[in-house]
């Protein structure tokens, strides 16, 4: 139980474009999931936390107008990264939490995300 | 503001080798601690966590106690196997705020 799911799994665009970022809970309902982006040989860092139905905190730093973050569902959330730019390159994990199953945050897989 | 701090990999040991991955932190308060491991192409998964002073977390073999005196959370295990290769992360958050603080991983590669 307690699977979380990403789409894509890694994704290729052009500069100037935009790309959306799913994920899913699959088993579960997930009130509150989490963005991160981790550089290569870094930690994760947390981007925003998203609580369904209601807009996302984003964390110091990072742009939400380029960032957009949708938790429309309990089980679904999208991250939008627009007008992508090489330096948006990375690597991008989401997380998900639900009150009855603790303080634990599950995880998804990661999308890796080029930009040209 | 909150910080881990984790020994910096990669790490490689022979199979049945003693690990210990050290890892301290700077929080105020009482923060829980956690261990995460990411297998090869999946995502993070829960391996072990301590939410006060003193207590030991443990699985699969491997086991961190949670001091405060020293704020570590050090992470053991006494017989390493092949499929123990993974990158491992410790983390915490702060009572009461379920926003996790990453330290930067450490890799392991456990040789036969």
């Known amino acids: 139980g307690a699977v979380v799911s990403q789409h894509p799994s890694w994704v290729i665009c052009k500069s100037g474009t935009s790309v959306k970022i799913e994920c899913r809970s699959l088993?579960?309902?997930?009130?509150?999931m989490f963005w991160y982006r981790q550089f290569p040989k870094q930690s994760l860092m947390l981007m925003a936390t998203?609580?369904?139905?209601?807009?996302?905190?984003?964390e110091q730093g990072v742009e939400k107008d380029k960032f957009l973050i949708n938790h429309a569902s309990l089980t679904l959330s999208t991250l939008t990264v627009t007008s992508a730019h090489p330096e948006d390159s990375s690597f991008y994990i989401c997380?998900?939490?639900?009150?009855?199953?603790?303080?634990?945050?599950?995880f998804g897989p990661g999308t890796r995300l080029t930009v040209l | 503001g909150n910080s881990v701090t984790q020994m910096e990999g990669p790490v490689t040991l022979s199979e049945e080798a003693f690990l210990t991955i050290n890892c301290t932190y700077t929080?105020?308060?009482?923060?829980?601690l956690f261990w995460y491991v990411q297998y090869p192409g999946e995502g993070l998964q829960l391996l072990l966590k301590?939410?006060?002073?003193?207590d030991k977390g443990s699985n699969k073999g491997f086991e961190a106690t949670y001091r405060k005196e020293t704020t570590s959370f050090h992470l053991e295990k006494g017989s390493v196997q092949v499929s123990d290769s993974a990158v491992y992360f410790c983390?915490?958050?702060?009572?009461?705020?379920?926003?996790?603080?990453f330290g930067t991983g450490t890799r392991l590669t456990i040789i036969p």
């Open positions: 997380s998900a939490r639900v009150w009855d199953l603790g303080d634990t945050q599950y």
């Open positions: 088993d579960f309902q997930a009130t509150t």
């Open positions: 998203s609580n369904e139905g209601s807009k996302a905190t984003y």
């Open positions: 929080a105020t308060g009482y923060p829980s």
């Open positions: 301590a939410t006060k002073a003193d």
């Open positions: 983390a915490l958050s702060p009572r009461g705020n379920e926003k996790l603080t």
